[in-house]
């Protein structure tokens, strides 16, 4: 059997016979596979629209249910705000950068910010006392009673800053979507625009094809075009638009627009320049990382790779040795 498949396999015509059926075997599935499917978009599109059909009865029934109790903006915790007004705290703890903030780390209206300012008041003062029961009583690590407050007031500090530090991190998560996604969304925007769409049409065609590669900016261009359609002055809007992305390459982009409003200036062309300078600003980065690897892997093959290296370049030699001896 086995020279029987080695005498096959060694054989020039078998093996051109072989390859030339299954050539003809996958020209007839390619060809004959699009014929058999139908038409798979539409039955993909009528169960989408069923399902739609189905999900707007649903929201109407629920409404219908609930009456007048329903809001399109989401109100704050009502305990929330009764402790952020009794104590005051948007006079002392409420500041721009903090608003600033919040809008770029995508959290807005009342309730972003009504819970902002309810835990940056509450966790300083929950860490402390914490830290200073858990010192106090369940494990004091042989510290003195000066340092035990120190401590409280180390986790007060942390709680400080805690807040601080959960918005910078959804910030820089939520740019570092933007700033990917962001090529891609302005070519598409100047493809609109040059099309012969308007601004409003563009930025809401790119924000419902932009979605799957970067959810936040295709939030940040829906908003942009509602701010388009209702603010009294278009300016504003662009310039909403660079607050909350909080990107260079945004503002410029913002910039461009506003003195195409102005002036009347060409859009399609600086659009292609700020959409060609932001490819070449990815790709440097991708380099900069690309450059940075070989220090970062220095160590790496130190501690990993040179003692395996050494043993089985010595293994063999140490093997015969031993035998020799």
């Not at 219908?64 to 705290?89: N, Y």
């Not at 450059?291 to 293994?315: G, H, R």
């Amino acid at each position: 059997m086995v020279a029987l498949l080695i005498e096959k396999v060694t054989d020039l015509n078998f093996m051109l016979a072989l390859l030339g059926g299954l050539a003809v075997a996958a020209t007839v599935v390619m060809v004959g596979t699009p014929l058999v499917e139908g038409n798979v978009l539409g039955k993909r599109m009528k169960s989408v629209a069923t399902e739609r059909d189905k999900i707007r009865a649903r929201e109407r029934d629920r409404l219908a249910r609930q009456g007048d109790k329903i809001s399109l903006r989401q109100e704050p915790k009502e305990f929330m705000r009764r402790t952020v007004e009794q104590f005051k705290l948007g006079d002392w703890l409420g500041t721009e950068h903090a608003k600033k903030q919040l809008a770029m780390a995508g959290f807005r209206g009342q309730q972003a910010e009504i819970g902002f300012l309810f835990f940056r008041a509450v966790t300083p003062v929950g860490l402390f006392l914490f830290a200073l029961f858990y010192v106090s009583f369940v494990n004091s690590f042989g510290l003195s009673q000066v340092n035990r407050i120190a401590v409280a007031i180390g986790a007060a500090y942390l709680g400080i800053k805690a807040p601080e530090i959960y918005l910078s991190n959804a910030t820089s998560k939520r740019q570092l979507s933007m700033r990917l996604a962001f090529p891609d969304a302005l070519d598409l925007l100047l493809i609109c625009v040059e099309a012969g769409m308007s601004i409003e049409l563009a930025f809401r065609k790119v924000s419902t094809e932009i979605g799957g590669q970067s959810v936040p900016l295709a939030e940040e261009f829906a908003l942009c075009t509602a701010e388009l359609s209702y603010l009294a002055e278009r300016r504003q809007a662009y310039e909403n638009l660079a607050a909350r992305t909080g990107l260079e390459t945004v503002k410029s982009v913002c910039t461009a627009l506003i003195q195409a409003e102005r002036y009347g200036t060409p859009l399609g062309t600086a659009l292609r320049t700020l959409a060609q300078e932001g490819r070449d600003q990815r790709m440097n980065e991708a380099e900069k990382k690309a450059a940075a690897l070989p220090p970062k892997l220095t160590v790496p093959m130190i501690l990993f790779f040179l003692p395996v290296l050494f043993i089985v370049i010595m293994t063999p030699a140490f093997i015969k040795l031993v035998t020799m001896m």
